[in-house]
Every structure is written in C-alpha cells, then in structure tokens.
C-alpha cells in the first residue's frame, strides 16, 4: 500500500470513529456541544481582556457571567410579552381550523361536483396514502428530535452542565488548540492548519452573518405586524424570524400562518394584502440585500447545502445534529473544495505522462 492511500486510509478511519462517537453518544452531548459553541464563540472576547492584562480565569468568568445574564434579561423581557399572545394562539387554533374548513367546503364541494366518484375515490385513497407516508415520516423525525433533545428539556443540563463546561473549555481554549496542534503529523502539519483557519474563518462569518440576518428579520416581522394589527403579530413576526437560519422556512412558515390569522381576524383584503407583503417584501429584503451584505458569498454555503446539512443532522443526531449542521456543512465544504484543487492539479485530472490522443486539443 502507498504511503498516500495509507493517509487516506487513517483519515478516512478517524472521520469514522468520529462519527460513530457522536451517534453512540447523542443522547448526552447536546449540554457539552452547546458550552462548546458558546465557549468557540466567546474566545475572541476572552482573548482580547487577556491582551488588556486580565488573567484568563477572570476574563473567562467576567464574559459568561454576562452573556448568561444577558441571556436571562432576554427572556425575562420577552416571555411577558410573549406569554399572552400564545396562549390566546394557542386558544383559537380550533376556532381559526373551524373557519378554514367552512370556507373551503363550497369550493370543495364544486370540485367534487366536477369529477367522477371513481377518480374521487382514487383521490382520495391516494391523499390517505401520502398523508399517512408524510405522518410516518414526520413522526419518525420528530421521535429522532425527541430523543436526540432530552438534554434540552433536562433543566438540570442545561442550568448547570453548559455553564460549567463553557467555562473551563473558554478558560483553556488557547492550550487545548496548542495541544491538539502539536498532534498533527508534521508533514502535513501546514496543510492541515490552512484548511482549519479557512473552516473557523467560514463558520465564525457564517454564524455571526446568520444571528444578525434573523434578530433584523424577527424585529422587521414583528414590528410590522403589529402596525398592521395582526392579532399575535409579535409572535409569529418573532418566531419567523427566529427560525430564519433555515433557508426560506422563515418566510414561508411566517406567510403561511400570518396570512391564515389575517383571513380569520379581518373582513377586508387589504389588510390580508400587508400581511402577505410582509413576508414576500422581508424575502426580498434578506435574499437581495441583508445576506449578500451581512453572510456574503465568500463564506461559500450554499441555501440548499445549509438546508440539507440541517434536515440531516436533525434526522441522524436530533438537536445535537441541528446544532453541527453548520459547522459539519463548512468543514465537508472546505475539505471537498480542498480535494477538489488538488485533483484538478493532478495527473489524474491533467493525464501528465501519457501521449496525447485524437481528442485532445
């Protein structure tokens, strides 16, 4: 064997273990993830009071005291605001469903009347068929969420473990990163440290970009449907917002909900009209402008990559899986594009060494 498909052989294996690490251990990794995000996030912070002569124990503790107590503030000023407008939600759910079917009878009703009961029947079997495959599929899905998401309801997880870990991995970060670069193989040391500055460079843009384009949209959501006088505005403006780090689920989840509630709360199209504008003009808004200015192209993750990563960390891992998405889509991007320089300057790609044929130019 080459020395070549040995190193391909080693890293292929340690990738392997890696991941089978993580399914092995999903159940109970979703707090140590989270203080390792938190703790990713919070370095550069840390690092800068160290630059201003603060030991880095005190600097660690000062900076996560106040992001969790910022945290706190947070939600101790939204959940009052939140709280009444979810339950009345909550509340006239059936009533809003009630609504819905009472104005779609007649047009189901003229539908019907227009088609065979044989090709009804058809229809209707084959609705029964998706609807119970889609059910299937989404049970399956949230069962996976659910039991890859136990440390996220397990309050003691989350109140104790995160800060602790998020504590001692923002206090040792600089020498756990010298530690594990004095593991790297020396060869290919220099190699192995570009493509990791490129992955952190692309994560660090990309969530910094990512958190910026969905507090502006959740603010943007909110504050119009509140001027509009969407009942539970604030709630689904915030909320399609929030969520907007899925590509387009945001707007689509935002239009689909808003629009039903302004169908049910007013008697003009007008305000169904603004409703829907909201959500079609903060697409707009975030494809055209927001994200091209605030993510940009050179982080290289494309909508469609992000949205795939997302739906299948979620599917594999749970909420463990949702959390990597993005950090996992960045990596395999990096590492493809890498292999993929490397085989276009490759004999393989350039046929060095052989005679030239008829085809070739």
């Not at 909320?239 to 709360?265: D, E, K, T, W, Y």
Request: net charge positive; hydrophobic share 60%; proline share 5%.
């Amino acid at each position: 064997m080459s020395d070549a498909a040995r190193k391909i052989l080693f890293w292929f294996a340690a990738a392997c273990l890696l991941i089978g690490l993580l399914y092995l251990f999903r159940h109970i990794l979703f707090p140590f993830v989270l203080g390792m995000g938190i703790a990713y996030a919070l370095d550069p912070a840390a690092d800068r009071l160290v630059r201003w002569g603060v030991p880095r124990g005190a600097a660690s503790a000062a900076i996560l005291i106040g992001f969790f107590a910022a945290a706190v503030a947070a939600v101790i000023l939204l959940v009052p605001l939140l709280q009444e407008q979810l339950i009345h939600l909550i509340k006239r759910a059936p009533e809003a469903i009630a609504w819905l079917r009472e104005r779609a009878a007649p047009l189901i009703e003229r539908v019907q009347g227009q088609i065979s009961p044989e090709s009804v029947g058809q229809l209707q079997d084959a609705a029964k068929s998706y609807v119970g495959e889609a059910a299937a599929w989404l049970g399956r899905v949230a069962s996976n969420l659910w039991s890859g998401g136990l440390a996220v309801v397990n309050l003691l997880s989350l109140v104790v473990v995160t800060p602790i870990v998020a504590f001692y991995l923002l206090r040792d970060w600089d020498n756990l990163v010298a530690r594990m670069d004095s593991w790297l193989p020396r060869n290919e040391a220099p190699v192995i440290r570009a493509q990791v500055r490129e992955i952190d460079r692309m994560i660090s843009e990309y969530a910094r970009g990512v958190v910026s384009v969905c507090l502006i949209l959740a603010a943007f959501y909110a504050t119009l449907l509140t001027v509009i006088g969407l009942d539970y505005g604030l709630v689904v403006g915030l909320a399609a917002g929030l969520i907007s780090f899925v590509p387009f689920a945001g707007a689509a989840s935002g239009f689909l909900l808003g629009v039903a509630l302004a169908f049910v709360q007013f008697p003009d199209w007008l305000h169904i009209g603004l409703v829907a504008g909201t959500f079609v003009a903060g697409q707009l808004l975030e494809s055209n402008f927001i994200t091209p200015r605030l993510v940009g192209e050179r982080v290289g993750l494309h909508p469609v990559w992000v949205l795939f990563a997302l739906f299948a960390g979620g599917v594999l891992f749970g909420f463990l899986g949702i959390l990597l998405a993005v950090p996992a889509a960045a990596a395999i991007g990096v590492l493809a594009r890498f292999a993929l320089t490397r085989y276009l300057a490759s004999p393989l790609y350039l046929g060095t060494g052989r005679p030239p044929g008829r085809g070739d130019k």
